[in-house]
Every structure is written in structure tokens, then in C-alpha cells.
């Protein structure tokens, strides 16, 4: 096993979420053709924010696979498995005291309340990312979802906390620097927006806001 074997064995396992993760990356890519059409977009900062985001989509959709629903693992049948597994292992090594009481007396005892919001977030985050749709929100749900990984198993011995510290410098790049419009739907939306000639209103501020 190696990077590229691993990487051609997911694309190439099969299943509803496979096939809906190669629409999400054939659509980034068209998305991506469509806007080098502008000079603008054509630059290699444009393209590298375009391929970081893209890679980091590809990396929260891979991790819906293994707590997909209804039963929130990839390994149905053992209770102590996919998310559950590691809802616990909050509860037991977060970098704080009340994280820990929260996840073991209100996540725990509500694990079907708390996973489908969990998975439905994921699922969330990778589309804005893949697609440069609304990125500074997803960016910003990277973000917290971050915080919550960084924090919540910080004292695990078999973690290396910096690698969700880097994540969410990832997440919080994407939504400063306006990912969503280096080749992403972003772009086409702030693109229309500069074209418009009426005064901006609610939505338009809206819309600036969530690109």
C-alpha cells in the first residue's frame, strides 16, 4: 500500500458514495475549465487554491465513508466502531474537563441526535470545498469541525495534534482568502455581482459574504 494504489483503490471501490465523489470531482473540474476562460483566473494562485481545496473536499468526503448512516460506521454490528468510536475517545482524552463531561453526559447518551449532524456537516464542508460553492462557509465548518478533533483527543497518545492544528489553518485560509473564487462556483457568482449594474442589495451582500 502506498499513496497512489491507496488513492486509485477509493476511487475505484464503487457504491452510491463513490459515484456521487466522482460527479463532485468532474464537476470541480469543469467548473474549474469553465473559469479559465477569465485572464484573471489564470494565474497559479488561482489554480494552487483551486487544487488545496479540491484535495482537502476530497479528504472530509472520504471520511463520511466511514460513518455513513444509518448506523454511523463501516462496520455495522460492533457497537464500539465508526463515529461511536471515537465519540468516546473524546470522552475520554480531551484537552479539557468539560469537554470531556459534555461529549460522555450529553453526546453520548444522544449519539443518534448529535451523528446525523456530524455526517450531514462533512458531507457540507466537502461540496463547498470541491465545488468553490459558498467556501467561506465551509471553510469556517472546517474550521470548527477542527477545533472539535484538535481539542477533543489532544491528550490521546496515538494522535499527533498538529495534524488537526494544521487543518485548521487549512479551513481558515480557505474562508479568508475567498477560496471558492480561484476557479470554484464562487467565482462565476462574484464575477456576475462586479457586472450587475443596480446597487447591491440584501442578497447581494449576502451572497458577497458566503463567497
Known amino acids: 500500500m502506498n499513496p497512489f494504489s491507496d488513492t486509485l483503490a477509493f476511487l475505484g471501490r464503487g457504491g452510491w458514495p463513490i459515484y456521487l465523489f466522482w460527479l463532485l470531482l468532474l464537476a470541480s473540474v469543469a467548473i474549474a475549465l469553465y473559469n479559465l476562460r477569465y485572464p484573471e483566473q489564470r494565474t497559479p494562485a488561482q489554480v494552487w487554491?483551486?487544487?488545496?481545496?479540491?484535495c482537502v473536499g476530497?479528504?472530509?468526503?472520504?471520511?463520511?465513508?466511514?460513518?455513513?448512516?444509518?448506523?454511523?460506521?463501516?462496520?455495522?454490528?460492533?457497537?464500539d466502531s465508526g463515529l461511536y468510536h471515537w465519540v468516546v475517545e473524546m470522552s475520554k482524552y480531551a484537552a479539557f474537563g468539560w469537554h470531556q463531561a459534555f461529549v460522555k453526559?450529553?453526546?453520548?447518551?444522544?449519539?443518534?441526535?448529535?451523528?446525523?449532524?456530524?455526517?450531514a456537516t462533512e458531507v457540507i464542508i466537502s461540496v463547498s470545498?470541491?465545488?468553490?460553492?459558498?467556501?467561506?462557509?465551509?471553510?469556517?465548518?472546517g474550521a470548527l469541525m477542527g477545533i472539535n478533533l484538535w481539542l477533543g483527543l489532544?491528550?490521546?497518545?496515538?494522535?499527533?495534534?498538529?495534524?488537526?492544528?494544521f487543518l485548521i489553518l487549512l479551513q481558515v485560509t480557505f474562508t479568508v482568502l475567498h477560496a471558492g473564487r480561484s476557479l470554484g462556483l464562487d467565482a462565476i457568482f462574484a464575477r456576475?455581482?462586479?457586472?450587475?449594474?443596480?446597487p447591491k442589495g440584501a442578497v447581494a451582500r449576502a451572497l458577497a459574504l458566503l463567497t
Open 49 to 54: 487554491m483551486w487544487i488545496a481545496r479540491l
Open 154 to 165: 489532544y491528550r490521546a497518545s496515538y494522535e499527533w495534534p498538529w495534524t488537526y492544528f
Open 192 to 198: 456576475r455581482q462586479q457586472a450587475e449594474p443596480k
Open 105 to 119: 453526559n450529553i453526546v453520548l447518551p444522544n449519539f443518534y441526535f448529535f451523528a446525523p449532524q456530524v455526517y
Open 58 to 79: 476530497g479528504l472530509w468526503w472520504q471520511q463520511t465513508l466511514w460513518k455513513l448512516p444509518p448506523h454511523y460506521t463501516d462496520n455495522p454490528g460492533v457497537m
Open 129 to 141: 470545498l470541491m465545488l468553490g460553492l459558498f467556501t467561506r462557509v465551509g471553510g469556517l465548518l
